[in-house]
């Protein structure tokens, strides 16, 4: 197995930034609410609120679309959901296997967002032979054995690893082999992939730390101003720092990028 990097260059083919990429979804998300409520046209304001993200940034991730909306009217919600879909690759249908279906694994079989994504899931994967034949979500969990033969019968581009971390590496391996280029991880270690494969990591544990820091950090802030004094210089320094960093590096440096998952 090759020791390249894990991800790939953070600009695509088209010159668009692996920053505005990662946002790409936030906006679709946002377009398509709109889109189930009728509504025609919405201005660049609305749509960054909706998103979550400023005005500005969201004009300059639409200039990379060569979409400027029409000033005094603002963008057709239509088009743009057409665009950013084709833009994401979402316009076609794409298989998917979800290997580990363990209560994770089960979890993710049953989400009922990724038809409606363009994400299809053409196979579920289990080590268990107990697991083998089982329904789950109306899919029978295949056997680890036969993983390169599903990949390939199926034409999977995409691997999800929902497996404890002891046997991600190795699944991710195989996986590789049998052609696919794109894994999303939700197994709480690192892969080391070659060049031209993508990993994108969700680590729920590191998510919930994050809160706790901010958690913390209110609270510190709630007890300094209770007794009437300034919170930490050190807490806020840190805090900036963390800022700084996602702004410079949204892929984090852990080399995995960190995945943003759907509503």
């Known amino acids: 197995m090759a020791t390249g990097r894990t991800h790939r260059p953070a600009t695509r083919s088209r010159g668009i930034p692996e920053a505005t990429v990662a946002r790409l979804p936030l906006y679709l998300r946002a377009l398509t609410a709109l889109s189930e409520r009728s509504v025609p046209t919405v201005s660049s304001e609305e749509l960054a609120a909706a998103a979550g993200v400023n005005s500005a940034k969201l004009r300059k991730d639409f200039s990379y679309l060569g979409s400027y909306g029409t000033r005094g009217v603002g963008y057709d919600v239509e088009y743009l959901v057409y665009q950013i879909s084709r833009e994401l690759g979402l316009t076609q249908d794409w298989p998917v296997v979800i290997v580990g279906i363990g209560n994770l694994g089960a979890a993710l079989a049953n989400y009922g967002g990724f038809a409606s994504r363009g994400f299809r899931v053409a196979a579920l994967i289990d080590a268990d032979p107990a697991m083998t034949g089982k329904p789950v979500a109306g899919i029978p969990v295949q056997h680890a054995d036969a993983l390169e033969d599903i ?16 046997a991600a590496q190795q699944v991710c391996d195989r996986l590789v082999g049998a052609g696919v280029t794109s894994i999303l991880n939700f197994a709480p270690t690192m892969l080391t992939v070659p060049d031209g494969v993508d990993v994108r990591k969700v680590d729920l544990s590191i998510e919930l730390q994050i809160l706790a820091f901010h958690e913390q950090r209110k609270a510190g802030e709630d007890a300094a101003a209770d007794s009437g004094m300034p919170a930490p210089a050190a807490v806020k320094g840190a805090a900036a720092a963390a800022a700084a960093m996602d702004e410079a590096d949204p892929k984090g440096t852990d080399g995995e990028a960190p995945a943003v998952m759907p509503a």
């Open 151 to 166: 990949v390939r019968d199926n034409g999977v581009s995409i691997g999800v690893i929902a497996t404890p971390a002891g």
